[in-house]
């Protein structure tokens, strides 16, 4: 049952990752021209060029804030990754029932039985 949760959700995480491709891709390329632009404008000495690389900037800034929901699709890339590393994972929960000493309930039965006498 562990096995087929985690192939449906698989399946769902890759349908949207395949979903948010694109928009990652553009999210990438306007950093990328950001950081670029952010070089050219630290670079450049004229007033005019200063501007022209600001508007550049401010444009490419926009491309990359509009696809910011891209988010979405490395949130999808993390849980691929996250059910990739747990597919295989045999680590069953098993509950160990406490000792007679650390048994917080036996204690307090005889803490009452001794406050009883």
Known sequence: MKKFLLFC???VALAVLLANLGPMILLAV???LTYII?????KTVS???????????????????????SVIGLAA?????????NW???????????????DP????EKQWA???R
Not at 38 to 42: D, L
Not at 88 to 102: F, W
């Open 9 to 11: 959700a698989g399946l």
């Open 30 to 32: 306007s950093v990328w």
């Open 38 to 42: 952010f070089n050219q404008f630290v």
């Open 47 to 69: 007033t005019a060029g200063k501007v022209w690389w600001v508007i550049a900037g401010l444009i490419v800034v926009s491309i990359g804030v509009a696809n910011s929901f």
């Open 77 to 85: 890339l993390a849980a691929l990754y996250f059910i990739w590393n």
């Open 88 to 102: 295989n994972s045999d680590r069953d929960t098993v509950l160990n029932k406490p000792s007679e000493e650390e």
């Open 105 to 108: 309930f036996t204690s307090f």
């Open 114 to 116: 001794d406050m009883n």
